[in-house]
């Protein structure tokens, strides 16, 4: 078998593919290797590239890639399903990096980017392109770059990245597996994977999540884990996110973990508590919810005092997964 | 105010008898209605067509009409999601800064920004993102400003993130300096002393994107003796008009630096120091003046309405009028391009029929329709003005009906 698709998996020519390799395999050297792949992508954030490339070993790599994906579907994790994406389009790159110029192009083309030839070893997108599968970097910054004419000139550097770009939003969607019966295996692999989500850290405002008291804690692992989070729980989620001061986009980047997420809802119900300027309910209140948590210090001589925003500078006996960024000074919390 | 707005409702109403929207897909899109106290009183409207929309302007001729940039499935629907957004144009929004002249905009004013809006699309929407003319519609806002409308297949999709890059790109606020202009100065020994030898690299004015714009506008001032604009010294700018010629030379000349790179030699310019303040007011030169107040922007909020091109201002008086290429036409009157739009002779629609009016505060020397000037009136002054300048003068509250 060729290697292309076994490097490049989430083409749609590897389809057919993996469908003529059906029963060449076992179902466990399958699962077995699609659980190692995703571990790879899930902890150290990269599927490690293949040393060999005997026809078995790269027959077997695309089988793990389709099984992988199956596994994030049945997950129904978005924060699973994003990591996975960036973690196999780092993957496509170090092979992206070494393609002749025509079957860069062929890759782009497939995946829906309009990657262009341009002058001198260069390469061309066009402008609406550009925007849409831009990295994140500074340095792909639109002013920073040659545009005239709705066309923007790029290296061919910048081609692989925005191929690695295309092929990373083509993968970060989950598969729609409404009406399929998942095996326990698949179930147990897809949970497993989910746990192992790091848990970074961030600067909220002027409350480290280290000092989220632990009802926002569990909320917000819960939503990371997919799991049903009810209504009040989701509000004072964010009655809690708004009032510490944190960003838009970081509290929508929180929520965007939950399967269920609809960014339209969710934007425009957190405008409306920032407008109303709702107030944080008293511990009580979240117990009342059956949202508090036994082990947190608003819990005194039985009684819940003061609200998670007062609570939170306290911090709680619950450790957490810290950041290369961590910031170890202790911030001060918000004033109510 | 009671009888003024009553007058004021008629008249609005008797425009929008004759009237069409200049937009397109009615059906698609909400709209909003002001009253006297806030622009936007009501939200979530919809019409099945333009007759309809037009129906209900003339019963209620309301103070301020805005509709939304946005394509929406079920326009009328709440909440904001439940709409089903189908894309939306691609909106600019340019007010004239807060200026002496307060609420009656002086010429000076209207003239700078109608000067920005020309470049937002000479020197972006059409040079660099290759938009055509035909795709855009400019109006006049009916205030300070004008609203720039791209209504192109290509924009419709764009999301908030890309419509905000767009905008950063334009206002500059995502450019660097350090980014276009390279100091390679080097200092070598001299007769004993340690001599500073300036080197400083920059963009060619073949260059394209934000390169080649801030070194084209370098020229273009050069061409129009503004340098002085950039902080350049009287006396070394006179020496640049001089050499107008061979300064336009140096900046398409092409120069390799150390890195390999392709630059033009600025060194050559002569200005010795002060380059880095110079690219600095080179670029605020270039940019457009566009906020990035994500409260207020329509260029990336697309949830939010705007005044809907050729209606009533309740605030002026004035109509939002179209203001481009294509010629609009209007009760057979056609609207001139954005280049000779002036808005006190374009905007105001209603006739020079002899109202009489009270003047309850002071009013400064204003432009008429006809292109001269009025007087400057006193507070308590009861007198006859054209129904136009009557109207303009109620809605800025500066009069009531005598």
């Not at chain 1, 659980?35 to 040393?51: F, I, N, P, S």
């Not at chain 2, 374009?346 to 001269?372: C, M, N, T, W, Y």
Request: glycine share 8%; charged share 25%.
């Amino acid at each position: 078998m060729d290697a292309f698709y076994s490097h490049y998996p989430f083409l749609d020519g590897a389809k057919s593919l993996v469908g003529s390799l059906e029963g060449a395999y076992t179902q466990d050297e399958i699962m077995d290797k699609a659980q190692e792949r995703l571990k790879m992508a899930v902890v150290e954030g990269e599927v490690r590239l293949m040393g060999a490339q005997l026809a078995r070993m790269l027959e077997l790599d695309l089988l793990s890639y389709a099984a992988s994906r199956m596994v994030v579907a049945a997950s129904k994790n978005k924060a699973l399903c994003a990591r996975v994406a960036s973690a196999e389009a780092k993957r496509a790159l170090h092979y992206l990096q070494h393609e002749d110029e025509g079957r860069l192009l062929f890759i782009a083309h497939e995946i829906g980017l309009g990657l262009q030839k341009g002058e001198n070893g260069n390469f061309s997108l066009a402008f609406f392109d550009y925007l849409r599968f831009k990295p994140k970097e500074e340095g792909f910054k639109l002013s920073a770059k040659p545009i005239a004419g709705g066309v923007v000139a790029i290296s061919r550097a910048d081609a692989d990245r925005f191929v690695q770009e295309a092929a990373r939003m083509k993968m970060d969607v989950l598969l729609p597996v409404q009406d399929v019966k998942f095996t326990p295996e698949i179930l147990a692999i897809a949970k497993e994977m989910a746990g192992l989500l790091p848990k970074t850290l961030m600067q909220v405002g002027n409350i480290a999540q280290g000092d989220f008291p632990p009802c926002i804690c569990r909320i917000i692992e819960d939503m990371r884990n997919g799991e049903h989070i009810g209504h009040q729980a989701r509000w004072a989620l964010g009655v809690y996110l708004v009032r510490s001061g944190m960003k838009m986009e970081d509290i929508l980047a929180i929520y965007a973990s939950s399967p269920q997420y609809n960014e339209g809802t969710t934007k425009y119900q957190l405008e409306y508590l920032r407008q109303k300027e709702y107030s944080m309910p008293s511990c009580a209140t979240m117990d009342a919810y059956g949202i508090a948590q036994q082990d947190c210090p608003c819990l005194v001589g039985g009684e819940r005092r003061g609200t998670p925003i007062t609570n939170s500078r306290r911090r709680t006996s619950i450790s957490y997964e810290k950041s290369k960024t961590e910031k170890t000074d202790g911030a001060a919390a918000e004033k109510e | 105010m009671a009888r003024e707005q009553d007058y004021l409702s008629k008249c609005f109403s008797q425009y929008y008898a004759k009237w069409q929207p200049p937009i397109s897909s009615v059906e698609s899109r909400e709209f909003g209605f002001g009253n006297w106290q806030t622009k936007i009183a009501f939200r979530h409207l919809s019409f099945p067509n333009a007759s309809a929309l037009c129906a209900r302007l003339l019963r209620d001729a309301p103070p301020y009409v805005s509709y939304s940039a946005a394509y929406y499935e079920f326009p009328d629907a709440r909440p904001m999601p439940s709409k089903n957004w189908k894309g939306a144009d691609l909106i600019f929004d340019l007010d004239a800064p807060m200026h002496s002249c307060g609420k009656f905009t002086c010429q000076q004013c209207f003239d700078a920004i109608k000067n920005e809006t020309i470049k937002l699309i000479e020197d972006f929407l059409v040079p660099d993102f290759g938009l055509s003319k035909k795709e855009m519609i400019v109006n006049f806002s009916g205030s300070r400003g004008y609203h720039v409308h791209v209504r192109s297949e290509s924009v419709r999709g764009l999301r908030r993130e890309e419509r905000k890059e767009i905008i950063e790109y334009i206002n500059a606020s995502s450019v660097s300096v350090k980014a276009l202009l390279h100091d390679d100065s080097a200092f070598i020994s001299h007769e004993g002393r340690r001599v500073k030898v300036p080197k400083f690299y920059g963009p060619l004015s073949t260059d394209g994107g934000w390169r080649g714009k801030v070194a084209r506008r370098f020229v273009q001032l050069l061409k129009e003796k503004r340098l002085q604009e950039l902080g350049i010294g009287r006396k070394k700018a006179q020496e640049l008009y001089e050499r107008q010629a061979e300064a336009e030379r140096t900046l398409c000349t092409r120069v390799k630096r150390m890195d390999g790179s392709a630059c033009a030699d600025w060194t050559k310019l002569g200005l010795e120091k002060g380059y880095g303040k110079m690219f600095e007011a080179l670029v605020e030169n270039t940019k457009v003046a566009i906020s990035t107040d994500t409260d207020s922007n329509v260029t990336f909020d697309t949830s939010k309405l705007l005044r809907l091109p050729d209606s009533i201002h309740g605030g002026s008086g004035f109509a939002a009028r179209l203001a481009n290429d294509a010629g609009h036409t209007l009760f057979g009157a056609a609207t001139p391009a954005l280049e000779k739009f002036e808005p006190h002779v374009h905007a105001p629609v209603f006739s020079d029929e002899a109202l009489k009016v009270k003047i309850v505060e002071p009013v400064p020397s204003l432009p008429l329709r006809d292109g001269g000037m009025s007087q400057a009136h006193a507070k308590e002054e009861i007198l006859e003005v054209p129904q136009y300048l009557g109207i303009y003068l109620m809605c800025k509250g500066a009069a009531l009906l005598a």
